[in-house]
């Protein structure tokens, strides 16, 4: 795909079972990098600097579907030294993220399978951007990266502001708060989420969700 194509399909994604979602992001993962940027995306440069005065630099991040790389990439320009594992549900994007070398670790997983793969307690922060919106078992995924993240460590991820609203997502979060999982540390009003992608630009936004685990 490149960025002349057209990329209405977007807005209907959610309603892809898992293995078209893959096929798409494989196919489109060698031009995706050039198309974001075309959208003007900023969502994880403005992740990794709302994490920067939180964790140090030497912190273990899970990049929790990470694409190509491109949070990955945002945290290594704030400062981060330390480990970097990411995830994702395309192989083809996790071979493009390999070729960065910013990760010590990148596996093909499913965020809608739980358990995850991976230890209780390993990382101080887990990040997950632009990735809920295909997400079905939202609890779940959710209370897997409190589970993976260590006690006092942060999870920060986004969320379309149409579908915070649709699904009644601040009721979840409080949902996990109750069950003494994560502590709210902020919540932002909606900010431009692809600026330049003509049915998103003023109509879709993203929320950035930041919480300490319990």
């Known amino acids: 795909m490149s960025e002349n194509e057209d990329h209405s399909w977007l807005k209907d994604i959610r309603k892809m079972d898992r293995e078209e979602l893959r096929a798409y992001y494989d196919q489109w993962a060698e031009s995706y ?3 974001l940027h075309s959208w003007d995306y900023q969502a ?7 994490l920067k005065p939180l964790i140090s630099a030497d912190a273990t991040i ?31 994007s996790v071979e493009l993220a390999r070729k960065r070398e910013i990760y010590n670790s990148v596996q ?7 358990p995850l793969p991976l230890d ?16 079905k078992d939202m609890n779940g995924l959710l209370s897997e990266f409190c ?23 601040f009721a979840l979060t409080r949902e996990l ?8 540390v902020e919540i932002t009003d909606s900010q431009p989420y692809l ?6 630009a003023d109509n879709i936004g993203i929320i950035y969700f930041l919480f300490r685990v319990r």
């Open 120 to 135: 209780n307690d390993l990382y101080e922060a887990t990040v997950s951007i632009g990735v809920l919106t295909y997400i």
């Open 62 to 92: 899970f990049d929790a579907g990470c694409g190509t790389g491109l949070s990955g990439l945002a945290l290594r320009d704030a400062g981060y030294t330390g480990r970097i594992d990411g995830s994702d549900l395309s192989p083809e």
């Open 108 to 114: 093909v997983i499913d965020l809608d399978k739980h």
């Open 33 to 35: 990098d050039e198309t």
């Open 195 to 200: 600026p330049g992608h003509p049915d998103y």
């Open 44 to 50: 994880p440069k403005q992740a990794a600097a709302m």
């Open 177 to 184: 708060e109750d069950k003494g999982l994560w502590e709210k």
């Open 147 to 169: 589970r993976v993240t260590r006690p006092g460590g942060y999870i920060l991820f986004t969320h379309r502001d149409d579908l915070v609203a649709e699904q009644d997502f």
